[in-house]
């Protein structure tokens, strides 16, 4: 998946739970937030809280697929609130899809 494809799928899904996302869909999707939530707050802190905003529904729906991806329950995001432990979520997001069909669904086409 291209950084285009990845950025239309999340906005396209962007309160879809259920299912599952590639390793390339979330994190295209991550530095496309990343660059204009950079570029964002060099123009105006208004700016920035916009795509926040914009950005904080998918952010989470990718982020619940990606775990569906390897096994995990979204609800496992909610580790991230706790400062250090949610350092778990990036080992979480960054390790492979699992190859067979899963309770949440078919593997994601990469």
Avoid at 45 to 52: A, H, L, P, R
């Amino acid at each position: 998946m291209n950084f285009q494809q990845a950025v239309a799928t999340c906005f396209a899904k962007y309160v879809d739970f259920s299912g599952r996302a590639s390793r390339s869909e979330y994190w295209w999707f991550f530095l496309a937030y990343l660059v204009l939530a950079i570029v964002g707050s060099f123009i105006h802190q208004y700016v920035y809280f916009i795509v926040v905003l914009a950005f904080i529904l998918p952010m989470l729906a990718a982020g619940a697929r990606r775990l569906h991806d390897i096994g995990k329950s979204g609800w496992w995001l909610l580790i991230g609130i706790i400062p250090l432990v949610g350092l778990v979520l990036l080992y979480f997001t960054v390790q492979p899809s699992s190859p067979e069909s899963n309770e949440y669904g078919p593997p994601p086409v990469a």
